[in-house]
């Protein structure tokens, strides 16, 4: 059975950690968000033949790696999430992310996961999880 959270205070200190992290990412600010995280960084995903594939990144290759996957993101776009979080403990919670993102009249809809950890009473994102990214990481893999 997971942490029961009794205050309303540590779900709102979960939402205003991502609210503070969607600044940096609306900006395309990757330093930003990196400043949000504590490295390495574990990155879990699945290829296009529905094998599971992780890494564990530097700061230097989230960096490379969301510069790269930021390239062009359209001026217009458009995102809303609903994040529910889900603490194992006081300090330690797994966030699902259901997300719409809209480009012009284009919606796309998805899910993916962060575990974040408090550090010096501060969240920090540790794990991120979306589905899809595995050919492309393994392509571009150092």
Do not use: C
């Amino acid at each position: 059975m997971s942490f029961q959270v009794s205050n309303l205070e540590q779900k709102q200190g979960i939402e205003s950690w991502f609210a503070a992290y969607d600044e940096p990412s609306k900006r395309s600010d990757v330093e930003g968000m990196a400043n949000m995280a504590v490295f390495p960084v574990h990155v879990v995903t699945e290829d296009s033949e529905g094998n599971g594939y992780t890494e564990n990144w530097t700061r230097e290759r989230f960096v490379q790696t969301m510069t790269e996957a930021m390239k062009g993101t359209p001026k217009d776009m458009q995102m809303k999430a609903v994040r529910t979080p889900f603490f194992l403990t006081k300090d330690l919670a797994v966030v699902i992310t259901d997300a719409t993102i809209m480009i012009g009249a284009q919606e796309q809809v998805l899910r993916y996961a962060d575990i974040l950890v408090k550090i010096g009473g501060n969240w920090k994102f540790q794990t991120m999880a979306q589905g899809g990214w595995g050919d492309m990481l393994k392509a571009k893999k150092p």
